[in-house]
């Protein structure tokens, strides 16, 4: 029901990005999504590729330090409102998010945002319950 | 001027007044410190061997690792309701330095200190401003009451806060400062800003210590200051400031002999070296009743020279010291050891055995950086974690070193592996 996400520490300092893009690209994955998170010294970025545990493999082969984490792939009407629809039901449900980003390709009609919260299961539950979409792995890694 | 006429003897006079005292301080320890009967008897050494000054060579060395490994007192030779004061600087490890002061030996320190300040310069009408912090560390009160048995008026001002010291400086009309060399560019920077020329302050003579400093960097501050700028020596193991200091010349700093028996030796043989030739400082107390030493080494690289100084005073003069024997770093004149930053960051699940100091100066302000790898299995992906790691690591960081570092997480494996002797220490300033 949710999806692998790959973490990998950085620290910043120039090179680094380009350093991890680099690898995975000459190990044929491609990036589905992407996000980054950073103080002044160092980042987090996180990936969901196709293959994830090839690519954990690869990377930590690499030297990169590297966690797996999992998280939500949800639907959101591509419209206006449509997030907003999500992150209420989230909120009244008592959920709290701890980071979200959005998918550069549509699953058909709708934007997909990958989400992490703690309690992934009952988050999907909530969502499910209202006829919002929550996207596998096997979906997801192939878009 | 010249505070006491002991700094004037003849050298025969000199030695034979050290060698009575170095005879004297030998008996007492002998009698009074285990640690050092047992040191004696090992070499087969009684006190009565010591019959001249160049039997001193057979008296064992004294190291920072022996006040250490005698923590707290186990070094004292006086029970402790006969000391009225406790002091300490940091170790090479978790367990600071602790020195401690008999009634005498508070007299003595105030003596010691008045030669230094009025061999600079001081006067009893100048108005003092000590800009360095009380407390353990010895500047603060070593300065303090030594200026004040001159009959200075001394403003007690410690560290930081440097608008506040400005409006100090201005208010009580301050003639004289006490602090660090980069602390007084600092202050001579803030005053910038606040739109003060520092050199109509009205100041006249600047007392330096607790870090070492160039020639340059004296210019600069009486350049900008419009004061003499002098340098003063000591540390908290032989007695704090007081041990030695310029006089007018500003050619050497002058060593109160008749107190501090110096040598230098040559450090990785431990033989001693002619005069002139330069080394490690080695101290012998002569007159301390709460923690005597004996040849105590104190890794700081320097040479003594014997010939006569102007001002008048026959004290041998050491040169201004130029480096260490050791890896401790001055950092805002505190001491710190890579050994204290390893042990904090063994003891943090999380950080790797790896790390690195950068020691640099913005303008005139020293910056710590530790550099630590951030072990590749406690990597959980949460930015929350990290930034928790990183600011446990600043915060026992400082408990221990008395300074605020800045902690900066690096990739495992980016840290350089040498093999043998790793550099730890990366100390970009320019002194």
Redesign the interface.
Known sequence: MWVKQISVFLENKSGRLAAVTRLLADHGFNIRALSIADTSDFGILRLIVNDPAHANRVLKEAGFTVSETEVLAVEVPDRPGGLARVLDLLHQAGINIEYLYAFVSKAGENALVLMKVEDLQRAVDVLSAQGITIQGHDVVHQI | MIWDRTETLPREDMEQLQLSRLQTVVRRVYQKVPFYRERLQERGLKPAHIRSLADLTRLPFTTKDDLRVNYPYGLFAVPLEKLVRIHASSGTTGRPTVVGYTKKDLRTWSELVARVVVQAGTKPRDVVQICFSYGLFTGGFGLHYGLERVGATVVPASAGNTQRQLRLMQDFHTTVLVSTPTYAMYIAEVAQEMGLNPAQLGLRLGLFGSEPWSEGMRQELEATWGFKATDNYGMSELIGPGVSGECQMQNGLHISEDHFLPEIIDPETGEQLPPGEEGELVITTLTKEGLPLLRYRTRDLTALDYTPCPCGRTTVRMRRVTGRTDDMLIVRGVNVFPSQVEEVLMDIPGVGPHYQIIVDRQGYLDEFEVQVE?A?DY?????RD??TL?RTVKERLQTILQITPKV???????LERTVGKAKRVIDKRRI
């Open positions: 951030l590749a990597f959980t992906g949460k930015f990290l930034e990183e900066k997480l690096v990739e495992y494996k980016s």
